[in-house]
């Protein structure tokens, strides 16, 4: 069992609308990355936060942003919803910034109608 | 940017039998290589992965993968094909630029009774 723990399981929103997704990490884990998983697709880095500060960042578009607290637990933030944003979406944790091991979530399934 | 390389989008063996999923990674410099396994509506569980020391990486669940330089490759191989082996298979390779993770688009695996 991995501890990451991701909330909710299943959301569903409009186009236009914002959405926040949370994310618990591993106990003992200060880093955490958000992937964007499209059906069929293998996930789609989008960024990490190591310590409250963004440690590295994808190929998407500032509506997607994210925030992580003290306790290192996380937050996925995306505005202005749009259909191809309908994925799931994985957080992962790992021990550091420098520790190539992650450990991934159950996922938020996101469906933008 | 690194780049991974899923050959077969879907692989259907007996059970009993060789399991083969093959992957191929794009960079001079090896990076860290990775194979993970994804059930239906769960997260990614890692299987094993590689990190400069041995070749030949043992994972769980009886799975091991080899990696060759000359080849840029990280196949994955299980010697006998079980029917909870039936999943989505991810390569992925592990840069300590930009500290993100490159997947490949997965590789579905079903296993015939």
């Known amino acids: 069992e991995t501890g990451v723990t991701q909330s909710p399981t299943h959301l569903i929103k409009t186009r236009g609308q914002q959405v926040t997704l949370r994310c618990s990490s591993q106990s003992g884990h200060n880093t955490v990355s958000w992937y964007q998983q499209a059906l069929g697709q293998g996930p789609q880095f989008i960024f990490q936060y190591y310590r409250e500060e963004e440690n590295g960042r994808g190929n998407f578009p500032p509506r997607f942003s994210g925030l992580q607290f003290p306790n290192y637990s996380s937050e996925l933030n995306v505005n202005a919803l749009e259909l191809d944003d309908s994925a799931l979406y994985l957080c992962?944790?790992?021990?550091?910034?420098?520790?190539?091991?992650?450990?991934f979530g159950p996922g938020t399934r996101l469906t933008v109608l | 940017a690194q780049s991974v390389t899923q050959l077969g989008s879907h692989v259907s063996v007996s059970e009993g039998a060789l399991v083969l999923l093959r992957c191929n990674y794009s960079?001079?410099?090896?990076?860290?290589l990775f194979w993970y396994v994804q059930y239906p509506n769960q997260g990614l569980q890692l299987l094993l992965k590689?990190?400069?020391?041995?070749?030949l990486v043992k994972g769980i669940n009886g799975f091991e993968a080899e990696f060759k330089k000359s080849e840029t490759s990280f196949h994955l191989t299980k010697p006998s094909a079980h029917m909870s082996d039936a999943a989505e298979y991810f390569c992925?390779?592990?840069?300590?630029?930009?500290?993100?993770?490159?997947f490949g688009t997965g590789t579905s695996l079903t296993v015939i009774p």
């Open positions: 992925a390779a592990y840069t300590n630029t930009g500290n993100q993770f490159y």
């Open positions: 960079s001079s410099v090896p990076p860290y």
């Open positions: 590689y990190t400069s020391a041995a070749t």
């Open positions: 992962a944790s790992s021990p550091s910034a420098d520790e190539d091991t992650q450990y």
